[in-house]
């Protein structure tokens, strides 16, 4: 069936005449009007990437503008309850973070359940993690930083972006699977922390590849592992830290999250077009660029996924009593 021409999209002012892609029968009805997409961080971060990377495609294949409302706050709380509370239709949704799932064992006073009160739509990409020291540490590889660590208890400042956040959690996970003792050094964001890790201040950081990547190839920070259970193509040199820690792993995602109860058909009909663009070469070179890779799966799988790692990691938060300042 030949879907009919969609009105013109409005972007930036410039209208285009864009069709509407065959075989989305849901299209017919949704979107009619501009979708708001929230993010609970500020731009330049990797959920706030994802999300204008997503919502460009998406914009552009379904003839309306998918809108990226930056809402920082809270550890990205303030965005998901706004998408808690919106009405369920499809037309405010959320990029979801490791952080929405994180935030449920360390905030004890949320007025929403991040599992309940949401459906997840489709995952986008998993990030990873990198271990990164200054290089005037002397040691080259994990085995080493960890003998290293122990003969120097405390010694070592480990960064962190924030109490919860991706280096901090994967920097615990790491000090309590290896026992070495690291002093935990907090800063607001990755990047208040990098030009102390690379000036000395802190010594080692397990930082989101995206936020790093270009000081390691500078030759600024030295990176010993990556939080993957694999090799990455984007620094094919450095192994997982899992192959001197075993079982260890450390993983992002980001996916559409939308409101409790929004129809089945919006969500299946968006996850359907998500997975699409994620079998676009073009845009998995460009999340493999940035260190991170596609992560497609349908509603239930995405939903499985989450509750295995909102438990996962629960763990490691209790026994590291993580809680929000």
Same mark, same amino acid.
């Given at each position: 069936m030949r879907l009919p021409r969609r009105q013109f999209l409005q972007l930036g002012g410039i209208a285009a005449a864009l069709p509407v892609p065959l075989g989305r029968a849901f299209a017919q009805n949704y979107p009619v009007r501009p979708v708001h997409l929230l993010v609970g961080f500020a731009a330049g971060g990797v959920v706030d990437i994802g999300a204008r990377l997503i919502a460009d495609r998406l914009s552009q294949r379904l003839g309306q503008p998918f809108i990226v409302d930056n809402r920082p706050g809270a550890g990205s709380n303030l965005a998901a309850e706004a998408v808690v509370r919106a009405v369920p239709d499809g037309y405010t949704l959320l990029e979801g973070s490791s952080s929405n799932? &994180?935030? @449920?064992?360390?905030? +004890?006073? #949320? @007025? $929403? +359940? $991040? #599992? !309940? +009160? %949401? %459906?997840p739509v489709a995952s986008i990409l998993r990030s990873v993690g990198i271990m990164e020291i200054n290089p005037d540490l002397p040691v080259k590889t994990v085995p080493e930083f960890i003998a290293y660590a122990k003969a120097n208890p405390g010694k070592i400042n480990m960064a962190s972006a924030g109490p919860g956040s991706g280096p901090h959690l994967y920097g615990e996970l790491f000090k309590r699977m290896t026992g070495v003792d690291l002093l935990t050094v907090h800063y607001r964001g990755a990047g208040p922390a990098l030009p102390d890790l690379i000036s000395g201040r802190v010594q080692v950081m397990f930082d989101i590849i995206v =936020? =790093?990547?270009e000081y390691i190839r500078a030759g600024k920070l030295r990176p010993l592992g990556v939080t993957t259970a694999t090799r990455l193509d984007v620094l094919p040199d450095v192994p997982p830290i899992g192959d001197f820690v075993p079982g260890y792993e450390g993983i992002g995602w980001n996916g559409i999250i939308a409101p409790k109860a929004t129809p089945p058909e919006i969500v299946n009909g968006l996850n359907a077009e998500v997975n699409a663009i994620l079998a676009e070469p073009a845009f998995k070179a460009k999340l493999a660029d940035l260190g991170a890779e596609t992560f497609p799966s349908s509603p239930s799988e995405f939903a499985k996924y989450l +509750?295995? $790692? @909102?438990? !996962? &990691?629960a763990k490691v938060i209790h026994a590291a009593n993580i809680k929000a300042d």
């Open positions: 799932c &994180w935030n @449920t064992a360390i905030y +004890d006073n #949320l @007025t $929403f +359940d $991040f #599992l !309940k +009160d %949401t %459906t =936020s =790093s990547i +509750d295995g $790692f @909102t438990e !996962k &990691w």
